[in-house]
């Protein structure tokens, strides 16, 4: 059974940094690029970002909201994709998920069931 | 801001058809068959529903049925049942690896 779990959420101040694990289970995690998404409270889905397989070079993309702000990495040994966010803002306060990129990479088959990140001071 | 634009809630009763349309432009829905759909229900992760326009994965019943017209693309939901009745969300690749949502549409079963 595929699952995936988020960690490392929490609140914490502006300007600070936050990372967040997702542990992923089920399936040959080097296979499959993996997504973060966010949920701001009472509103729609945002893609945040995507990292890419290691046959693809393991090389990310990002939505402008937080290019240069948060960077996305994997370990494929240890089954984790990591999403690192630094100079967060109150309008970064969301519940994030995690998601396996099906082969095409236009869709997300799994999904965690998300880490509350809450920015404030 | 969402770019897709979904009507912000529909309802019908147990057993009708409800149609949710999901509009774009022809820089997302009118030019690219990467449109999914995604069901949430209240405190849930979102669910794939829908894929590649018109494909459902495995163990969603065929009453979740897509077309695509132009810049719209529906999600008809046929013989609407008690647990139909969540947030549903459309997404469409818009190209340069950049994606956008619709703000969701609340279903409820009256």
């Known amino acids: 059974e595929v699952q995936l779990v988020e960690s490392g959420g929490g609140l914490v101040n502006p300007g600070r940094s936050l990372r967040l694990s997702c542990t992923a289970s089920g399936f040959i995690f080097g296979d499959y690029a993996m997504t973060w998404f966010r949920q701001a409270p009472g509103k729609g889905l945002e893609w945040v970002g995507f990292?890419?397989?290691?046959?693809?070079?393991?090389?990310?993309e990002y939505a402008a909201s937080v290019k240069g702000r948060f960077t996305i990495s994997r370990d494929d040994s240890k089954s984790i994709a990591y999403l690192q966010m630094n100079s967060l803002k109150t309008e970064d306060t969301a519940i994030y998920y995690c998601?396996?990129?099906?082969?095409?990479?236009?869709?997300?088959?799994?999904w965690g069931q998300g880490s509350l990140v809450t920015v404030s001071s | 801001q969402s770019a897709l634009t979904q009507p912000r809630s529909v309802s019908g009763s147990p057993g009708q058809s409800v149609t949710i349309s999901c509009t774009g432009t022809s820089s997302d829905v009118g030019t690219y068959n990467y449109v999914s759909w995604y069901q949430q229900h209240p405190g849930k992760a979102p669910k794939l529903i829908i894929y590649d326009v018109s494909e459902r994965p495995s163990g969603v019943p065929d009453r979740f049925s897509v077309s695509k017209s132009g810049n719209t693309a529906s999600l008809t939901i046929s013989g609407l049942q008690a647990e139909d009745e969540a947030h549903y969300y459309c997404c469409s690749f818009a190209g340069g690896y950049t994606f956008v949502f619709g703000a969701g549409t609340k279903v409820t079963v009256l």
């Open positions: 998601t396996r990129a099906a082969s095409a990479w236009t869709y997300w088959d799994y």
């Open positions: 990292i890419r397989t290691k046959a693809y070079g393991g090389t990310t």
